[in-house]
C-alpha cells in the first residue's frame, strides 16, 4: 500500500526566512497531494493542493512543487511570519479500487520572531 | 468556523464508561469521516461514510461504533474503552471522495 514519508518532522527558522518541507511517496497511482496546516487546538486545514497533471502550484506565500518520476513533493513557504508557526500535514491520494488519502507523519514548524 | 462542529471539545471517561462523540458539517458534503491523531503518528483513518453509506471500516476495534443518521450529522459511540484509545479524535467532510477534507477541531479524549 501507499506509504509517505515527510522530513523534517521539527524545522525553526528565523522570521522573513523560507521554510521547506519535503515529502516522499510510493505509490505512482496516487494522483491527489494535499498539505494541511494545524494550529494548536484546532484540527488540519487544507492550505494548498497539487494534482499530478501539475508539476508546481503558487499561492500567495506558500507554493507547492510535485517531482512525479522521483515520487515526491514540497511545500515552501516565503517570507516566514510568527503565524505560521503549526505542524504540517502533507498527504497523498490515490483513487484504486477505492480512494485512499495517506498523511505523513508532520513537521512541526517555528518560526522565531 | 471551520464548516464542521464537534463537539463536546474534550471528554473524560472511564473505561466502563459509554459516551459518544457528535460532529455536524454544514458545507454539503457528501462524505464524512473519523480520524484518530495520536502523539508522533500519521492520522489513522478510522471510518468513511459516503452518502450516509459506511465505506470503510479499516480495522477499528467493535468498541468503536460508528453512526450517520443524515449526511450533515456523524457520531463514534464509544464504550468499555481502554487507555490506549486516548487521542484527539476528528470528523472530517469533503464534497466527495477525491476533493479535500475539511476537519472539525477534534474531541480530545482522555480514557482513564
Known amino acids: 500500500g501507499e506509504n509517505v514519508e515527510q522530513h523534517p518532522s521539527t524545522l525553526s527558522v528565523q522570521e522573513g526566512d523560507s521554510a521547506v518541507i519535503k515529502c516522499t511517496y510510493s505509490?505512482?497511482?496516487?494522483?491527489?497531494f494535499p498539505w494541511y496546516k494545524q494550529e494548536l487546538g484546532k484540527g488540519p486545514q487544507l492550505i494548498i493542493d497539487?494534482?499530478?497533471?501539475?508539476g508546481e502550484k503558487k499561492d500567495q506565500r506558500i507554493a507547492v512543487t510535485l517531482n512525479k518520476t522521483a515520487k515526491h513533493f514540497s511545500l515552501h513557504i516565503t517570507e516566514t511570519q510568527p503565524e505560521d508557526s503549526a505542524v504540517y500535514f502533507c498527504a497523498a491520494t490515490q483513487n484504486t479500487g477505492g480512494f485512499k488519502t495517506i498523511f505523513g507523519a508532520g513537521t512541526r514548524l517555528f518560526v522565531k520572531a | 468556523e471551520t464548516g464542521v462542529t464537534q463537539t463536546p471539545r474534550h471528554l473524560v471517561m472511564g473505561m466502563t464508561n459509554k459516551k459518544s462523540l457528535k460532529c455536524e458539517q454544514h458545507?454539503?458534503?457528501?462524505?464524512m469521516y473519523w480520524y484518530k491523531q495520536s502523539a508522533k503518528k500519521p492520522l489513522e483513518l478510522m471510518f468513511v461514510?459516503?452518502?450516509?453509506?459506511?465505506?470503510e471500516n479499516n480495522s477499528v476495534p467493535s468498541r468503536f461504533s460508528p453512526e450517520c443518521p443524515n449526511s450533515s450529522h456523524l457520531f463514534l459511540h464509544l464504550h468499555t474503552l481502554q487507555p490506549e484509545d486516548s487521542a484527539l479524535y476528528l470528523c472530517?467532510?469533503?464534497?466527495?471522495?477525491?476533493?479535500?477534507?475539511?476537519f472539525g477541531n477534534g474531541t480530545r479524549l482522555t480514557v482513564t
Open positions: 505509490d505512482s497511482a496516487s494522483n491527489y
Open positions: 472530517a467532510s469533503s464534497q466527495d471522495r477525491e476533493g479535500p477534507l475539511h
Open positions: 461514510y459516503n452518502f450516509k453509506e459506511q465505506t
Open positions: 497539487i494534482r499530478s497533471n501539475v
Open positions: 458545507l454539503g458534503h457528501n462524505a
